[in-house]
């Protein structure tokens, strides 16, 4: 059995199982690994917890519903590197519905506020070109925008 050296932990207010349901519903290729719900005596939480792992885009989450003792902010994310504008458009869509929000240069959080950016490849060729104009310009591009479109930051 592989386990990856470091696995993002989530904790979520309830409902591990609708919360690992919602990124497979995103991320196609993922798949639930686990799931598991610990009663109150069984966990010594006067409401017990949830838990789910999940492997989405190769890589494994782990989901604690246990409580709204802590709520995410923008100190952690996490970057989606998409192949081109159609799978950008996807990512930010599937995030941004549902409650979800739309930040600023592809910064979005999804309906539990989790933070993603959702960036083309192409756009890290862009910021690092060795042209400054072209450098330049996909920077003040991406500034302006939300989604990040690929055709207005060249």
């Known amino acids: 059995m592989f386990t ?47 838990t789910a792992v999940i492997e989405i885009a190769g890589m494994e989450f782990s989901i604690l519903a246990a409580g709204p003792l802590f709520k995410f902010n923008e100190a952690v994310s996490f970057v989606i590197n998409t192949k081109d504008q159609a799978e950008t458009d996807y990512y930010w869509d ?4 549902n409650g979800g929000q739309e930040g600023v ?7 539990y506020g989790l933070s993603w950016q959702v960036v083309p490849t192409e756009f890290f060729e862009l910021i690092h070109s060795d042209d400054p104009v072209v450098r330049d310009k996909a920077m003040k591009n991406t500034m302006k925008q939300k989604k990040l479109i690929l055709a207005e930051l060249k």
């Open 4 to 50: 990856q050296k470091i696995t993002p932990y989530l904790w979520v207010e309830k409902d591990a199982k609708a919360v690992a349901d919602y990124y497979l519903s995103i991320f196609k290729d993922g798949k639930l690994k686990d799931f598991r719900k610990f009663n109150s005596d069984e966990s010594g939480n006067d409401g017990g917890f949830e």
């Open 94 to 97: 599937a995030l941004t519905k």
């Open 105 to 111: 240069c592809g910064w979005c959080k999804d309906k």
